[in-house]
């Protein structure tokens, strides 16, 4: 077993926070090839692990700061492999700086803990006395080899349905403070979330918002969706969602009310010619906003595409900058979520935004008689400085229509 | 005595320089190449360090994108900057193994050669503790993020020599509120190349290599 170390970056370099794991536990790693990364005083680093082998512990989480010396992690030797083949690694260039004076008397880390499979949650112990799951057949991803409420989900979803969809994934719960512990904890906002404070406050100052809601009978849609969806995943690769439906609803109602396809410039609406569907897709700590361009151009399968590209590089942070810019109308799915209904705050400088609830079999009167139907609320925000509430509700009517009637083929 | 390759490559686009640091830094680090201080001049970019785990956001690319600034989120450390014409940006791909194995005392030499830079235009700047960059008074004037993979070294500085600092306005420099400047508001008529020249033969001192023109292969 191989200790990694917070390494010494300098003399005067007491500390470094860890930003980044590159490897999780349990997964290979070669000496030399870079297993996390340190930031100290605007500068950071990728820091080659010492050994090759697997990685059993990490014992720092991401974002937190200690001192050069602690071990952040443990590396398991698997003794056959050496350096890789052909490339001897000269002695001299050894990754880890050697420490010129004795380390400072920094405090020990906390010992690893004792079970192998770490200190178990409330929340973990509760999930598998639920779905009366072996533990010990879990493997922990959390910090110390932890068994998190994910393992536990992953664990469930292998064996049993489909698994739910990444988005509606719970985050994690947070550990309770340590008793003793201040009452409030005051961390400084990333860059990203003073963007998106930012942009919402200046969105909310500079639009008159107004929301109007339409209910949309989505059962159609969901037999032809049922019908196509084990086609559509053999020809494409991936799933076919609601949301190239409503991309392709909304770009159809933009063409007939090219209004709301609009931009405000102070006193000046710039119109665009071409629709391009920007797509709220949440991450990890924000939201981003994907473009897909010329969204009245493509079929179901290619916005059915782009939504997946899109949304995967965006999680993955791969997006180029002209990827985020240049949309004209957004839309943002907080169904997936099982919201009902939203007022979503309008993406400047466009003038509006629909939101999508969840996609729901209700009970709804139709000639009198009570129906089961697959029904979602969509709701639009929109800029009443240039949008009126008929334009808004004929726009929204569009929409109804075009998802109510739908017509294409699919595949 | 070590060298240094010093390479002026004018204008250059933010994703091209970057592309050309990853391929020296791989180059640089197998040992293929000497040391390398890019000297060079960025088009209208913010940038993004990897502390704030920012990404291109809308919010904001939105509004770069109308007053034609490009934006890109980077891998090196700090917060977030602008970078555009009349702003002298280096870029040393240094190995730090042949120098010193000192993280701090790099960023601090860094901004050494910075310093003395400005000496020679009669501009007294200095370092402002805990706030890593070069000061005058508590105005900003140069600014520093470093990546760091196996010991050698990439991104580096940016000293505004005649940068319009209207464009600051879109960003919280490295999420400080202090105000910018550059050598031009301070009253130093200069050109980027000369200014260029006078850092190169200050960061030969300081670093303790021979600065030399690359020689075109």
Not at chain 1, 160 to 182: H, K
Request: with cysteine; net charge negative; aromatic share 4%.
């Amino acid at each position: 077993m191989t200790d990694v170390v917070m390494p010494q970056m300098g003399e005067s370099i007491v500390e470094g926070t860890l930003t980044k794991w590159l490897k999780k536990p349990g997964e290979r790693i070669e000496r030399d090839e870079p297993l996390f990364e340190i930031s100290t005083d605007k500068v950071d680093t990728e820091i080659p692990s010492p050994a090759a082998g697997v990685v059993s512990e990490i014992l720092v989480e991401e974002g937190k700061t200690v001192g050069i010396n602690t071990v952040v992690a443990r590396i398991k030797e698997s003794g056959t492999v050496a350096g890789p083949e052909g490339t001897p690694l000269p002695p001299a260039s050894s990754p880890e700086p050697p420490a010129p004076e004795p380390p400072p008397p920094a405090p020990e880390p906390a010992p690893a803990p004792a079970e192998p499979s770490g200190p178990l949650s409330p929340l973990v112990r509760k999930l598998a006395r639920e779905h009366n799951l072996d533990l010990s057949q879990v493997k922990g991803t959390g910090a110390g080899g932890r068994i998190t409420k994910q393992d536990v989900e992953a664990r469930l979803a292998s064996a049993a349905a489909p698994p739910p969809p990444p988005l509606a994934a719970m985050p994690p719960m947070p550990p309770l403070p340590p008793a003793g512990a201040p009452r409030t904890r005051i961390e400084p906002m990333s860059a990203m979330r003073m963007k998106i404070a930012e942009h919402m406050v200046l969105s909310k100052q500079t639009s008159a918002h107004v929301t109007t809601i339409h209910r949309v009978d989505m059962t159609k849609l969901a037999r032809m969706r049922e019908r196509y969806k084990a086609d559509f995943q053999a020809s494409y690769g991936f799933s076919l969602t609601y949301m190239p439906f409503l991309t392709r609803a909304a770009a159809v109602a933009l063409r007939h009310f090219p209004l709301l396809n609009a931009s405000l410039d102070g006193n000046n609406i710039i119109h665009h010619n071409e629709i391009n569907i920007g797509i709220a897709v949440a991450l990890e700590n924000g939201l981003i906003v994907p473009v897909v361009r010329g969204a009245d151009e493509k079929t179901v399968a290619g916005l059915q595409r782009a939504i997946v590209d899109l949304a995967t590089r965006a999680r993955s942070r791969q997006l180029k900058p002209d990827e985020v810019q240049g949309g004209t109308f957004s839309i943002t799915n907080f169904g997936s979520y099982g919201s009902l209904v939203g007022t979503p705050i309008i993406n400047q400088p466009q003038v509006a935004i629909m939101g999508v609830g969840t996609v729901e079999k209700t009970p709804v009167v139709i000639d009198d008689a009570i129906a089961i139907r697959s029904i979602c609320l969509l709701s639009l925000s929109f800029d009443h400085r240039l949008i009126d509430g008929a334009l808004a509700d004929q726009f929204m009517s569009k929409v109804k229509q075009v998802l109510e009637e739908w017509s294409e083929e699919v595949l | 005595m070590r060298k240094c390759c010093l390479r002026e490559l004018g204008r250059t686009d933010y994703g091209q320089a970057l592309e050309l640091q990853h391929q020296l830094i791989a180059e640089r680090q197998q040992g293929l190449i000497p040391d390398q201080l890019l000297l060079l001049e960025h088009p209208h970019v913010i940038t993004l360090g990897r502390n704030g785990h920012a990404n291109n956001l809308l919010a904001s690319a939105e509004v770069l994108s109308r007053a034609g600034i490009a934006f890109y989120p980077t891998d090196r450390g700090g917060d977030v900057t602008y970078h555009g014409p009349g702003q002298l940006v280096g870029y040393p791909i240094i190995d730090l193994r042949e120098w010193k194995r000192d993280v701090g005392a790099y960023v601090r030499a860094v901004e050494q050669a910075i310093i003395d830079t400005l000496a020679d235009y009669g501009i007294s700047a200095s370092r402002i503790p805990k706030l890593t960059g070069v000061w005058v008074d508590d105005r900003k004037i140069a600014a520093i993020g470093v990546r760091i993979s196996r010991w050698v070294t990439s991104h580096g500085f940016a000293l505004n020599v005649s940068t319009d600092l209207n464009y600051f306005q879109y960003i919280v420099p490295c999420g400080l509120t202090k105000p910018v400047t550059s050598m031009a508001a301070l009253g130093v008529r200069a050109g980027l190349h000369e200014v260029g020249q006078t850092l190169a033969a200050h960061f030969g001192r300081v670093f303790d290599c021979e600065m030399g023109e690359l020689i075109h292969d």
